[in-house]
């Protein structure tokens, strides 16, 4: 079965400052990965995806996140925040070729000014 | 950009009462998914449709739910004699093989 771990629940921190949300995944096989990023009575927006390939990867709004095979670790960045991206953040894994995305419990940006 | 869409935004059901929530997948996408987010809690895998059967179900998914694709355009998920456990967020999406899922933007389901 497969896991997702987000590492803190909350994260607080100044507009213009750089950001790390962290997220450590579990899979006895191997796994395709995501960021969604869910904003006040919204769905689910797709931040940015690891399918295959190199290792870093870019999304939208300025997000990349780096997938760490041996860490078991795909964790999110941004190198200077805004105010617009207070939100919730969801790391979430899915077999490939299986059909079921596992979610892990969310990260609540908050960009203060 | 193509989008899911759900109706309705906001459902609100006496318990024991049959309930259908609706979703639009994206046009040229194969594979349906339904999911739920009870309030403070991780969204959770429902139910994956795909060429008019069920893929793959979740435990929670028991004989209370069903879905259908009554057309070329609507996925409906069908909830019968609701309980108060239902009341959630619950999640439309829809994806190309081994492509990311697409969500829409759900529909609240409160039941009384």
């Known amino acids: 079965a497969q896991s997702v771990t987000q590492l803190d629940s909350q994260v607080p921190v100044f507009e213009e400052a750089p950001v790390e949300l962290r997220c450590n995944y579990s899979s006895s096989v191997s796994v395709y990965l995501f960021w969604y990023v869910q904003y006040p009575n919204q769905g689910l927006q797709l931040l940015l995806k690891?399918?295959?390939?190199?290792?870093l990867v870019k999304g939208i709004n300025g997000f990349e996140a780096e997938f760490n095979k041996s860490q078991t670790s795909f964790h999110l960045r941004k190198p200077s925040v805004h105010i617009s991206d207070t939100a919730e953040y969801f790391c979430?894994?899915?077999?490939?070729?299986?059909?079921?995305?596992?979610f892990g419990a969310g990260t609540r940006l908050f960009v203060k000014a | 950009e193509p989008e899911v869409t759900q109706t309705p935004s906001h459902q609100v059901t006496q318990m024991g009462q049959e309930v259908i929530l609706r979703c639009v997948p994206i046009s040229n996408h194969l594979y349906f998914y339904w999911y739920r987010q009870i309030l403070g809690q991780k969204v959770e895998f429902l139910v994956s449709?795909?060429?008019?059967?069920?893929?793959?179900k979740s435990e929670i998914f028991d004989d209370q739910f069903s879905v259908e694709r009554p057309d070329g355009s609507n996925f409906t998920l069908k909830i019968r004699s609701t309980k108060l456990e239902d009341s959630a967020m619950y999640f439309c999406?829809?994806?190309?093989?081994?492509?990311?899922?697409?969500f829409g933007d759900g529909t609240r389901l409160s039941i009384l």
């Open positions: 999406a829809s994806s190309e093989r081994d492509q990311p899922q697409h």
């Open positions: 690891y399918l295959s390939g190199s290792t």
């Open positions: 979430a894994v899915r077999v490939i070729g299986g059909f079921k995305t596992i």
């Open positions: 449709f795909y060429n008019n059967e069920i893929s793959e």
